[in-house]
């Protein structure tokens, strides 16, 4: 069931202590309204009671019972959140990608790689922390980096207790697409403890985590939460950038490249 207004980091229509309010005949029009959330967003307030087979002052205390003056308001939030939850065309997601990589291209993002690879280089420590699908590209990005020499480790568990040593110099990696995932935000703080070094990949500025690094490097790209699914935003800048990044890393030469030998045996 949707249960989703838009809010600080979230998408929530509905709140459960909202859904626990409604009476029966209420919950009649929420259950209506949430399998034809397009519909609804185009009607009047007659045409909805006319469906749900009520008066147009029930839709009114209905609106009213989910902060809403009525139905207009109801109706403006509803079309945002819809709104809000739709997959971009293929071509409107290639533009935004488009547009990514132009900025790429921009001196202050070479800036913000630049001071990226002076932290990695002054560190003795590496690990990037994430959960979901950030987790995963932090796993991609510690492997990447230790296929250059810089040793990388990756914690997905947002519970796991910081791996601090007081004599070395720790530099933590955070993935976070919202910015607002209140699990990290709790392991930064744990690791802002320990006086350890902080860099974060996000989508956009400005978010509590942006505010509590040391640097961030951000990718502007729209938040995509769907109704009963999870967060399936592009990731390829992400990537991208975690590439960048080792790819400076390799060019520095600063670390040497770690040997591979050969599989066959030697006599």
Do not use: W
Not at 149 to 159: H, L, V
Not at 165 to 184: A, Q
Not at 210 to 223: C, L, P, Q, R, T
């Amino acid at each position: 069931m949707i249960k989703y207004l838009k809010g600080k980091g979230d998408y929530m229509l509905f709140t459960y202590k909202q859904i626990a309010s409604l009476n029966d005949t209420e919950t009649n029009i929420y259950q209506f309204v949430i399998k034809h959330i397009e519909e609804v967003t185009k009607m009047n307030v007659r045409d909805l009671a006319d469906h749900t087979y009520v008066s147009t002052a029930t839709i009114i205390r209905f609106c009213q019972k989910l902060d809403c003056e009525g139905f207009s308001e109801f109706k403006t939030k509803l079309k945002m959140f819809y709104e809000d939850t739709q997959l971009p065309t293929v071509d409107n997601e290639v533009d935004v990608l488009v547009e990514f990589f132009e900025i790429t291209k921009t001196e202050e993002f070479k800036k913000q790689i630049d001071l990226f690879v002076e932290y990695i280089h002054n560190a003795d420590t590496i690990c990037f922390v994430g959960i979901g699908t950030s987790g995963i590209l932090g796993e991609y990005g510690a492997r990447y980096f230790s296929n250059v020499g810089y040793f990388s480790t990756s914690i997905k568990d947002p519970y796991y207790p910081p791996l601090v040593n007081h004599n070395d110099n720790h530099l933590l990696i955070v993935l976070s697409e919202s910015g607002e995932t209140r699990e990290i935000i709790d392991q930064i703080n744990m690791y802002q403890s320990q006086n350890t070094k902080i860099l974060a990949i996000t989508s956009k500025p400005n978010t509590t985590i942006d505010k509590m690094v040391d640097a961030s490097i951000h990718y502007f790209v729209k938040n995509i939460v769907l109704p009963q699914t999870y967060n399936i935003s592009s990731q390829v800048p992400v990537l991208y950038i975690i590439e960048r990044l080792t790819r400076e890393l390799q060019k520095s030469k600063k670390k040497p490249l770690p040997l591979k030998t050969s599989s066959r045996n030697i006599d």
